[in-house]
């Protein structure tokens, strides 16, 4: 057993929910039992505002993609009543494959939460992900099939809409990314879009820059400075200050035999020019496993300009990667970073990225980790199986 509580891990699976819990000293680690055992859960998310409510984004095999909410950490659940959807009689014929991304909305605006499916649907909650209507202003834009990749989906898990990002000064301005698509903003509270891809580039395309057809695989917002954002994308690690509105490729920095190709990317919380990646093999066939089988982190703490590797305690050689969602960290003195990979295993930092331990293993392929900071009274999984069957 674990001693004083400490960092609260929400590990989503290929095969469910495991929520890890660590002491004050993170060092002890404790896995509970699954939630949803057998189902994927792509991704779950505790609202930050009131430290209570955990949202789950599931696709179960006989409700098929749905969001579950907790308020007491995963002993009970309940289904939303009305999940994220298009509307009836979609003139494309669109109908939800997966609930992909979580997002709770503005801290002005308690009980709003956003999700992003695939295809790539934008959808909004009011009242803490019970019921769930379209952002019609996205959905039904003049330009979403052109934007959007619809009807083909050429990514392995279908194209999605993630990284739904609201700046912490105004609940009405949004950045969404699209696999694939690109980075796109609103400022009238998902009314209306557009493109914010300037300087990135798409080597997959003809047109080498161009407006909109970009493939982001994570876009980050800093709390304390959000007019920069970051972003890993297919073609490489960017920054932004959003005054410029144009993307720089700071990735290149990275060592050449590594590249800047991967899925994630994080933010140190108080300090906005720290980052973290972890690059992949972006080699034609896409193998997506570390370079050479060597995985590391890598981290700038100059915005870019230079980056450090982080393998120690790390295996010398291990063909996994990391998913877009499953890599995070805590915000303690010394900040912690954790992620998880695609061969079931967690790993933590407690020194910022430098030294490296693994705290779980034998998990099934890991989609997403997320930190949780409980409420008082809302931890404890003993005994919760989450089988949807009887939520």
């Not at 009305?82 to 997002?103: E, I, K, Q, T």
């Not at 803490?128 to 834009?141: E, L, Q």
């Not at 934007?147 to 194209?159: I, K």
């Not at 998902?190 to 970009?214: I, K, T």
Request: a negative charge.
């Amino acid at each position: 057993m674990v001693g004083a509580p400490g960092p609260v891990l929400l590990v989503g699976t290929r095969k469910g929910l495991f929520v890890v819990t660590g002491d004050d000293t993170r060092t002890a680690w404790e896995i509970g039992p699954p939630h949803f055992l057998g189902h994927i859960a792509q991704h779950a998310v505790v609202d930050p505002r009131d430290g209570r409510r955990l949202l789950l984004a599931a696709s179960t095999g006989h409700l098929g993609p749905t969001v579950f909410h907790s308020d007491d950490l995963g002993r009970t659940w309940a289904e939303a009543s009305r999940p994220p959807a298009f509307r009836a009689g979609d003139p494309l014929g669109r109908s939800v494959n997966s609930v992909f991304w979580l997002s709770p909305g503005h801290r002005e605006q308690p009980g709003v939460w956003y999700a992003g499916g695939s295809p790539q649907g934008l959808f909004r909650s009011a009242d803490g992900g019970d019921t769930w209507d379209p952002v019609d202003g996205w959905n039904d834009h003049p330009l979403w099939a052109t934007w959007a990749e619809w009807p083909e989906q050429n990514t392995p898990d279908g194209s999605m809409l993630h990284s739904i990002n609201i700046d912490p000064r105004d609940p009405d301005h949004l950045y969404i990314g699209l696999s694939s698509g690109g980075v796109f903003e609103s400022t009238d509270g998902g009314s209306d879009w557009r493109p914010l891809n300037a300087g990135c580039e798409a080597a997959f395309m003809v047109e080498l820059e161009p407006e909109f057809g970009h493939d982001p695989h994570c876009v980050r917002l800093h709390p304390l400075r959000p007019d920069r954002l970051y972003q890993q994308n297919h073609c490489g690690v960017y920054r932004m200050e959003r005054a410029e509105g144009r993307w720089i490729r700071i990735g290149e920095q990275l060592p050449a035999e590594v590249g800047d190709i991967g899925f994630p990317i994080e933010l140190h919380p108080r300090d906005p020019d720290t980052a973290w990646v972890f690059p992949m093999d972006g080699s034609d066939v896409w193998p997506r496993t570390s370079p050479d089988g060597r995985p590391a982190v890598y981290v700038t703490r100059d915005a870019g300009d230079t980056w450090t590797r982080g393998d120690t305690g790390l295996p010398d050689r291990a063909w996994f990667t990391v998913k877009r969602q499953a890599m995070t960290v805590d915000d303690e003195a010394t900040v912690g970073v954790y992620f998880g990979t695609t061969s079931g295993e967690v790993w933590a930092s407690r020194d910022e990225g430098n030294g490296w331990e693994c705290i779980a293993r034998h998990l099934p392929e890991i989609y997403s980790v997320e930190l949780a900071r409980p409420a008082p009274g809302a931890s404890g999984t003993s005994g919760a199986s989450g089988d949807p069957s009887s939520s």
